[in-house]
C-alpha cells in the first residue's frame, strides 16, 4: 500500500491488485459506516487507486490508514443483484471464437461467474465488473462502435460491463438487458454501485 | 402569468448551475457546478436568493431573456452591458425586471463566463440534489435553446441587499496558478518540473467547462513510459496527457483518468480566475505546499 497527497484536501492510495483495492474500500466504508474514518465527501474506487476526497488532513489519514490491517474479501460480502440477459449481442459469435466455444456455450461461463462492481466511470452507472476467469479475458474491438445500444452487455480486458445508456464504445457486445442501470429517483442511483456483486441469468425466450 | 423566463436568445452556450453535486464520484457523477464560484455567489446574493439557488453561467455572449412576473435580477461575472428592454441598467447589482420586460445580457467585455440569478432561484427539477447542467455525462437540466421556459422558484425570506459592493477582482489579463506537486509528479523528470515554474503557457480555445486546456508553453517530460491505470480525480487536478500540455480540471471533469497528475490547483480564487480566463492569455504555475 503506498499512500500519495493528492492536493490540499484529497489522499489516494495505491494497491496491487483489484483484489486488494475491493477489501480497502470495503474496509474503508465499514469504517465510514462506524463513524472511525472521519469525514469523507467522496471515496472513489478505480482499478489499483482508492482516492478519498474531501478529508481534513491528508497525510496524517494516510499515514492512519497505512497502519490498517486490511482483510481480504470474502467472495459472499457485499450486497447481489441479478440481472436477467438476452445473449443477442453482435459480438456474441466473435467472443465464443476467442475462448474457443460453441456461442450457445456462452451464458453458462458468463452465468457461472460472481462479477464484482470494482469502479464506476465512463457514464453515470457504467460498473466495471471484475472477476471473469483471466482465459476469458477478450481485447477491444479494432474499431469503436459510433453508437452502442443502451443496455448491452460488454466485454474488454478484465472487465464486463452494462451501458446504462446508448454511447460509443469499443467494448464487445454478447447481450442485452432491459435492466435499469441509472435512475438517478432511485436510491441508490446506479444498480452497479462499487461493491455489489452481480450475476447474470439467462433470460427465457427471445424477447 | 407563470413567474419565469422565456429563452429569447440562448447565447453561446448558456446554462443552469448551482453549487453541483459532489459526493457521487462513485457512481461516475461529475461534481459539476458553477466554474466562478465566487461570482456565481455574488449574483445569488445581490437577488437576496440562498447561496445554492440555480442560477445561469453564461459563456462569451450572454443571454436574452423575457420575464413572465415582475422579478429581480443581477448580472456578476465576466463584465458586459446589461439591458432591459433597451435601456442600459446596472451590472452587478440587482435590478428590477418588469413582467414582460427583454433582459438582454451582452457581449462579455473582458472574462469568458456571466451569472444570472433571477430572484427565487430557477426552478428546473433536482438530479441528486443539484440542478446543474452537467455537460460531460448530461445531467441536469439542458443547454439553453430559444423558447426555453426557466420557472423561478418562489423568493425567500431574504431582502434584495440594493445598492451592494462588487468586490470582485475583474477577469485575469494573465493567469498565476498555485500548484501543489503529486499525486504523480514522479511520472516527470526532475528538469522538466523545475521548468514547469519558468514555463509560459497560453490558455486554449479547446478549453471548456471540462478543463482548461493548455499550448505554447515547454511541455512536460515523463520520466516513465506505460500507461497509468485509471484513478479518481479532484477538482483542480493537472493532468498531463502524452503532448506533454497541461490541463487543469474544472468542475465538470471526468471522476476518473488515465493520464498522470503533475499536481493540484486549489479550488476557490485560483480555480475562478481559469473560468475566467480567453483562450491566448499567459498562464504560468507557481509551486505552492
Not at chain 1, 472511525?36 to 494516510?62: F, I, M, Q
Not at chain 1, 441509472?182 to 424477447?207: H, K, N, S, Y
Not at chain 2, 443547454?143 to 477582482?169: E, I, K, R
Not at chain 2, 479532484?234 to 497541461?246: C, I, N, S
Request: aromatic letters at 6%; glycine letters at 14%; hydrophobic letters at 45%.
Amino acid at each position: 500500500m503506498r499512500t500519495l497527497v493528492v492536493g490540499g484536501g484529497a489522499l489516494l492510495i495505491e494497491l496491487d491488485s483489484a483484489d486488494e483495492v475491493a477489501a480497502l474500500h470495503a474496509e474503508l466504508l465499514r469504517r465510514r459506516d462506524a463513524g472511525e474514518l472521519g469525514p469523507v465527501r467522496d471515496l472513489v474506487p478505480a482499478a489499483r487507486t482508492v482516492l478519498l476526497d474531501g478529508v481534513r488532513d491528508p497525510a496524517a489519514l494516510g499515514a492512519r490508514i497505512a497502519r490498517w490491517e486490511v482483510p481480504p474479501l470474502a467472495p459472499t460480502q457485499g450486497p447481489q443483484v441479478t440481472v436477467p440477459v438476452r445473449y443477442d449481442g453482435p459480438d456474441l459469435v466473435e467472443v465464443a471464437r476467442l475462448w474457443g466455444v460453441a456461442p450457445r456455450e456462452v451464458p453458462g461461463i458468463v452465468g457461472a461467474t460472481v462479477f464484482r462492481v470494482a469502479f464506476c466511470g465512463f457514464a453515470p452507472g457504467f460498473g466495471y465488473l471484475t472477476g471473469l476467469p483471466e482465459r476469458f479475458h477478450v481485447p477491444r474491438r479494432g474499431t469503436p462502435r459510433t453508437a452502442v445500444p443502451a443496455g448491452s452487455l460488454a466485454l474488454a480486458g478484465e472487465y464486463a460491463g452494462v451501458y446504462p445508456r446508448s454511447s460509443p464504445g469499443g467494448w464487445q457486445l454478447i447481450g442485452s438487458t432491459d435492466a435499469v442501470l441509472w435512475d438517478p429517483d432511485r436510491e441508490p442511483a446506479a444498480l452497479f454501485a462499487p461493491g455489489v456483486r452481480v450475476r447474470f441469468t439467462q433470460e427465457d425466450g427471445r424477447g | 402569468m407563470a413567474d419565469g423566463l422565456l429563452v429569447v436568445r440562448p447565447g453561446a452556450l448558456t446554462t443552469v448551475q448551482d453549487r453541483g453535486r459532489p459526493g457521487y464520484a462513485h457512481l461516475g457523477v461529475p461534481r459539476s457546478g458553477a466554474l466562478d464560484t465566487a461570482a456565481y455567489a455574488l449574483a445569488n446574493r445581490l437577488v437576496g436568493n440562498a447561496p445554492d439557488a440555480a442560477a445561469l453561467e453564461t459563456t462569451l455572449d450572454g443571454v436574452g431573456l423575457r420575464a413572465l412576473a415582475a422579478t429581480t435580477v443581477a448580472v456578476t461575472g465576466a463584465p458586459c452591458p446589461v439591458r432591459i428592454s433597451g435601456r442600459p441598467v446596472a451590472w452587478g447589482a440587482p435590478v428590477r425586471l418588469p413582467a414582460g420586460a427583454e433582459l438582454e445580457v451582452g457581449r462579455a467585455e473582458s472574462g469568458v463566463r456571466g451569472y444570472v440569478a433571477v430572484r427565487g432561484g430557477l426552478a428546473a427539477p433536482p438530479v441528486l440534489g443539484s440542478r446543474s447542467t452537467d455537460l460531460l455525462s448530461g445531467l441536469g437540466p439542458p443547454v439553453l435553446s430559444a423558447g426555453m421556459l426557466l420557472p423561478a422558484g418562489p423568493p425567500g425570506p431574504d431582502p434584495v441587499p440594493g445598492a451592494d459592493a462588487c468586490g470582485l477582482p475583474g477577469p485575469p489579463s494573465r493567469l498565476v496558478l498555485p500548484l501543489r506537486l503529486g499525486p504523480r509528479a514522479d511520472w516527470f523528470t526532475e528538469a522538466s518540473l523545475t521548468g514547469l515554474w519558468r514555463s509560459e503557457f497560453c490558455v486554449s480555445a479547446m478549453s471548456n467547462r471540462i478543463g482548461l486546456r493548455t499550448e505554447a508553453g515547454t511541455p512536460l517530460v515523463r520520466a516513465r513510459a506505460g500507461e497509468l491505470p485509471s484513478e479518481g480525480m479532484v477538482l483542480g487536478a493537472v493532468q498531463v496527457p502524452p503532448d506533454g500540455l497541461p490541463v487543469v480540471f474544472l468542475a465538470d471533469h471526468p471522476v476518473t483518468g488515465g493520464y498522470p497528475v503533475v499536481g493540484v490547483v486549489p479550488p476557490g480564487p485560483a480555480l475562478d480566475a481559469a473560468a475566467q480566463a480567453r483562450p491566448g492569455i499567459p498562464v504560468r504555475f507557481a509551486r505552492s505546499r
